[in-house]
């Protein structure tokens, strides 16, 4: 099944789930894609730059203007039935329907005026894997919501809106990689995202890659995310007592970080921040220049995150350590946040598709949980497909 096709099949689904519910034909269809982060992890909140690919795991969402009150209905497809969001009393839930609810928050903050909507929802991106199948949900609503009422959509203005949405109406403090992935990601490129201004530059990306889910689910809200934003922020006010110039912890350099009085744990959380970014620049050159993805990189970043960010886990330390010895496999590191998830495998596509045969009994063995794998590429952001 190309991209294409598997777009439709989940726009497909979102059509008849509002069929189901709704009665009749949505008005449009839009689908916004997962993210795979090829490297460039915890650095968007801090100024920095990231090269991650939108994939072929997708959200649609279908939607249709509704007469009567200002308000929502929505379903998912699944056993929680038809929802109701009422534009005059948005509130969090601590659900899924925060991340429309808070799209919904944004749109009517800015002074306009939602009509009734009704709306169904369906994905093929795992909740919880670290796919940001959040993101791709703000995005593909907020996109097919502007749309159908015929309000600008420009993907990077989306974004930001839909960023602005997680931060301040479902309560995580998340930079903006995901959203923008999920409504700016170009086939056969990765993104290389620069945060602070944002600019985004696309890079030749044709390879697949393998990601592996650790089926170890995950919630920004009940991690530690929080607290690393924090520990951030203290590594750069120690810094900018040092060096008052620093606009950001990205922006730092090494020596800074080291010469800087602060915490052990901040320490460390900088050197992560600042050593990243530093692999991202070498990779993207690389990619730039028509050679491979360059695993030794991904290696020191999964040892960053794990030594330095404290991040990683048991499941996803097994699955790196698992296959880099494997023939034909040039490396191996956590993709998204972490502390559950999912990795990611760099490699020759003979090897990468032999893992997705013996890596999963294996870890079985091992862990005691069956994993997900799926081989991804780079696909498109955010599309209308109906």
Known sequence: MTAREAGRAVAEDARRFFAKSFGGDPTLVVSAAGRVNLIGEHVDYNGGIALPIAIQRRTAVAVRVRDGARVTHINSGGTGGVLRIDHGKLARRRKWTDYPSGVLDQLVGVGINVPGLDVAVASDIPSGSGLS???????????????????????????????????QFVGVPCGAMDQLSAACGEQGHAMLMQFAPVQMTPVPFAERVLVVDTATPRSLRA??????????????????????????????????????EMPDVPRRRARHVVSECQRVRRVAEALASGAGFPGAEANASHASLRDDYDCSTPELDWIVEHVRPVRGIAGARLTGAGWGGCAIVFGEASALEALTESLPPAYERAIGRAPRTWLVGADDGVRIEA
């Open 133 to 167: 199948s959040s993101a791709a949900l703000e995005v593909a609503f907020d996109f097919a919501v502007r749309s159908a009422l015929g309000l600008d959509a420009e993907p990077v203005a989306l974004a930001l809106e839909c960023q602005r949405a997680e931060r």
């Open 223 to 260: 991690s530690a995310y929080s607290e690393r934003v924090a520990e951030c922020q203290t590594a750069l006010a120690a810094i900018q007592r040092l060096a008052p110039e620093t606009a950001t912890l990205a922006s730092a350099s090494l020596e800074q970080v080291e010469a800087a």
